[in-house]
């Protein structure tokens, strides 16, 4: 029986793995997951688990922050000892994380199947880690899980295969179906925060590029200070733990705490996130899996970088990248911020995970 090894080790790696756990669950197919402990505080890493309801991973390395050699060095160390004695037929990996890095290097050098969930995706800019981490993860699989004809395109473009790509949409539209009903019907946040639907702007940050560079760190501060001055809309702002490191260090915190409009809180879980996208006026973001979710539910969505590799949101009218100098995101908010959208999905029917489960049972 075909033995499948799932590897995550970042919020949005439990997130988006969750459909193919639940998967393989109902098909009582033979798997085992590994847990990087990239993420490891409970608010970026436990609290998905319980409220995903998944069982505890078979492994978890624990390997938490460090720098990105360190960080993927010990992943790969420990990775080898697992991967080698458990000799599964493939191992999946998904986005584009130091993990997905380590976890694909180290089956194909024991020459075992990949399979890439969300293959293809391309900014096109290699400063990221993440644009060389699914660069490098895309050219050692064996199954590439595209989620548009875009992701295809980057990929044949790069000149792997056809035969290898699978256009399948991205499981993040699975996981938002299931979970936005349970999340409106469960969650307190929005009477815990005291807040009103469309009464304010969503704010997430934490892309290295933006949140390690004081310069431009303090652009988005001022940027942020000018959107709740002249739209009359305070801004909510749970702050990724590389950001609030950042801000500190930056001396940024005293002077966004002083702000009365802006309203800084601990990340929360993702049924109460989920919450507080939907009912957003707008949403500010560097998020990936943040330009998706607001593309999905239909909430406008502001992205404070230089470039996407979700272009498809913006294609269909729901996302405009501004990057980070004031007058710029002041004219995206402004271009966004009443704007009808159209229902239009671009990733996918909410079956990806049954999609991508149904390939590989029948290719094992
Ligand atoms: C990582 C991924 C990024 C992904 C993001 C999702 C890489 C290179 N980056 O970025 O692609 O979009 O996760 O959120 O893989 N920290 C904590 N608690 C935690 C995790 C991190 O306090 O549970 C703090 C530590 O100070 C750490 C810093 O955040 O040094 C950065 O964490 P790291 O995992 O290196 O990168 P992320 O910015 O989280
Ligand atoms: N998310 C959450 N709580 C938060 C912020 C985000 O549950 O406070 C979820 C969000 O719903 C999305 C995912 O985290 O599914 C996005 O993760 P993140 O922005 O950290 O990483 P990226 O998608 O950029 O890799």
Redesign the pocket.
Known sequence: MMNICIVVG???EIIKMSPIVRECEKRQLNYFMIHTN????YN??RIFFEELQLAEPKYNLEVG?GT?GA?TGKMLIELEKIISKEMPDIVLVEG????ILAASLCASKLHIDVGHVEAGLRSFDRAM??EL?RLLADHLSTFLFAPTKISKGNLTNEGIPENKIFVVGNTIVDATLRHLKIAQSKSKIMEKLNLIESGYLLLTL?R?ENVDDKDRLEKIVTSIEEIVKDFKLPILYPI???SD?MIKKFGLKERLESNSKIRLIEPVGYLDFLVLEKNAKLVLTD??GVQEETCIMNVPCVTLRYNTERPETVEVGKNVIVGVETKDVLEGVQEMINKELGPENPFGDGRTGEKIVDILVESY
Not at 38 to 41: F, L, P
Not at 96 to 99: F, I
């Open positions: 970042t919020r949005p990239q993420h490891y505080s970026m890493d922050s990105h960080q584009d994380t130091n993990t880690p993440e981490n934490h290295q990724h733990p590389r490191k998020s990936g």
